[in-house]
């Protein structure tokens, strides 16, 4: 393999409540399940089904940390943030994640309330366990929607913003990774990058929602950027934006890592 491109790594967020505000970080060491603590924890239904800003756009004014231990998060509004010590004893519940079967420990009663009071909706809060292998590409995760990684080039969304009335922030589409240098959706092309000391594999074109609609900042929702991605990035009969991803190598990441393409797509894999 030969690097025949190079560009930078210039945004790694990770996202430790499912469906909540991203945690942007200057470095992270990349696990096989992606960037640490990512999707850890999980809001669910009184049946276990998770609980996303595709139902409730109120999730978007949750701004999670976490730090292995304990998961503060602030809601915007709230009178106090809850302050969290993550347990591993609690009662296993089975979860699914769409139609993905999975499990989680409950985190008690009182993580429960606070998210019941503030999202207004009955919910309870879980932690990952077990095992989950992603559908193509022999990867692991935890409550993310299918892959550990989603990457996007900083150029694919000056191409979107180029096309709308109003930009909009990278943080709509909700990336693991962001780099520059690649082109407009030069991701789409790209097979294996290497990116400081990982490598990571891409698997398949990222398919988006309602959720890139959401103002992450106040929970409001607009037409855009869908009704414009439809108009030049619909593919398979879904509009796609980023690629989702798996890791080959692990090591350290940080903002302003080189990134080199060591492999390309052939022409009949870039739209798989």
């Not at 995760?141 to 900083?154: H, Q, R």
């Not at 991701?187 to 609609?213: A, F, N, Q, S, Y």
């Amino acid at each position: 393999m030969t690097a025949t491109l190079t560009a930078t790594l210039t945004e790694i967020n990770a996202y430790p409540l499912k469906g909540a505000r991203g945690t942007a970080l200057h470095s992270a060491e990349l696990t096989a399940r992606g960037v640490p603590f990512d999707r850890e924890f999980m809001l669910v239904t009184p049946t276990g089904r998770f609980m996303s800003q595709r139902d409730l756009s109120r999730m978007a004014l949750l701004r999670p940390s976490y730090d292995g231990e304990v998961l503060t998060v602030n809601g915007v509004g709230a009178a106090a943030p809850l302050v969290h010590k993550a347990v591993d004893d609690g009662d296993v519940l089975d979860v699914t994640v769409h139609r993905t079967e999975c499990q989680g420990v409950d985190q008690g009663d009182e993580a429960a309330a606070w998210f019941t009071s503030f999202l207004d909706q009955d919910c309870r809060l879980v932690r990952f366990t077990g095992n989950r292998s992603t559908s193509r590409g022999q990867g692991e995760l935890m409550f993310a929607d299918g892959y550990p990684l989603l990457v996007i080039s900083a150029e694919s969304l000056a191409d979107l913003n180029s096309r709308l009335d109003e930009p909009l922030p990278m943080n709509r589409f909700r990336p693991s990774l962001v780099v520059e240098g690649l082109g407009a959706f030069g991701e789409d092309d790209v097979r294996l990058l290497r990116i400081g000391e990982t490598v990571i594999e891409m698997i398949k074109p990222c398919g988006r929602c309602v959720v890139t609609t959401t103002d992450q900042d106040t929970g409001e929702r607009g037409c855009e950027p869908l009704r414009t991605l439809a108009t030049y990035r619909t593919r398979d009969r879904g509009i796609r934006f980023g690629q989702n991803c798996v890791p080959r190598t692990l090591g350290r990441l940080a903002l302003g890592d080189p990134v080199e393409v060591l492999e390309h797509r052939r022409p009949s894999e870039r739209h798989s």
